[in-house]
């Protein structure tokens, strides 16, 4: 018999928190804006480190308008810009390394727990993924851009009536915190060895989930917002 978990509801972002692959978008990002020069590579890279988990199509909004002095991009060039990017990125995502200690954490709330994948990738493009690594199995649903991480939080608790107090959101950004925190949500921080903590001094944090006994992350997360008594 399996023991009863702390959280009713885990939702994972997935870049940085299920797959190493947050270096791998930011140099995407970059290889878009080549034929800019290097100065603009730069500010689209620092733009989008600094702005984890928000879908790639306001980045390229602001890239346009704010770094290049362009009208709105049209949905044509959005979508011209979004399938090249994709070139650039899926083989490499797919072929990435999962976050250490992430496969413990999968298989132990495997039957726990539902789980779901709450991410700025679109949609389409994070079921590929997710499937052509063999992660379906876990994840209830797949929740990917246009629709944002706020909105789907409070999808997946209404649909599921979970209470906000028994769900976990695990992200590796601010934009994911935000999310949680709008959603009255437990958080728990990854924050990669060498990169800054976007995050407030009272969230809880992790570098991996190796530390995680067995891949039980009961008790993490549970000073960000509000704890359980």
Not at 73 to 100: G, I, M, N
Not at 212 to 226: K, M, N, T, Y
Request: glycine letters at 10%; aromatic letters at 10%.
């Amino acid at each position: 018999m399996t023991a009863a978990p702390l959280y009713d509801v885990l939702l994972f972002d997935f870049d940085g928190v299920i797959v190493e692959s947050v270096d791998i978008k930011t140099a995407a990002f970059g290889t878009l804006y080549a034929e800019h020069g290097e100065a603009i590579c730069a500010e689209v890279r620092a733009y989008h480190s600094a702005h984890g988990g928000v879908s790639r199509y306001e980045k390229f909004r602001y890239f346009d308008t704010v770094l290049l002095g362009l009208p709105a991009p049209s949905a044509a060039r959005e979508h011209e810009l979004d399938e090249r990017f994709s070139a650039l990125v899926l083989a490499a995502v797919v072929a990435a390394p999962l976050v250490c200690g992430i496969a413990a954490v999968l298989d132990y709330y495997l039957r726990r727990a539902p789980m779901y994948v709450v991410s700025g990738t679109p949609e389409i493009e994070l079921t590929t993924i997710i499937e052509r690594r063999g992660l379906g199995r876990y994840f209830q649903r797949l929740c990917g851009s246009p629709v944002d991480k706020l909105t789907h939080i409070a999808d997946i608790l209404a649909a599921g009536q979970h209470a906000p107090e028994r769900a976990l959101v695990i992200g590796d950004a601010y934009t994911d915190y935000a999310a949680a925190a709008g959603n009255g949500t437990h958080f728990l921080g990854r924050v990669a060895p060498g990169v800054p903590n976007p995050f407030p001094s009272q969230v809880a944090v992790v570098e991996d989930f190796d530390h995680c006994a067995g891949g039980c992350l009961d008790g993490w997360g549970r000073s960000a917002l509000s704890p359980l008594s």
